[in-house]
């Protein structure tokens, strides 16, 4: 396969692991999340702790999520874009955010991606949120 049928199968997979924790945070699915994160993930947040590192903090930030997400919350990923290699990849969007009885938020999305073992998996999530100064 040439270079470039690599990188676009590999951008496809890196797409469809996104896309496949999107819809398990939707679903409540904990495991779904965690499926493809590294042990020693790093994960930068909009609500503290501003740096989670490990699977066991990165697991405890969603219990701080479901609380605020509620059973109406919104989380809708749109403009996903991918950079990827052979081992590496790259990506960035956006995220419609809300939770119950919440106004909703614009948070940003950056993921970085290692190929260990032979499956893409996430060892960098970043989320922010635009200042309202």
Known sequence: MSSSGIQKTAEAQVRELIENWAGAVRAQDLDGILKHHALEI??????PPVQSKGIDAYRKTWDVFYRWFGDAGV??????????????????????????????????LTVG???????WTVTHEHHSEPSTD
């Open 42 to 47: 790093v994960m930068f947040d909009v609500p």
């Open 75 to 108: 989380f809708d990923l749109s403009e996903l874009t991918i950079t990827a290699g052979e081992d590496v990849a790259f990506a960035h969007g956006l995220i419609r955010c809300a939770g119950r009885d919440a106004k909703e938020l614009a948070v940003r």
């Open 113 to 119: 991606c290692r190929k260990i073992d032979g499956q």
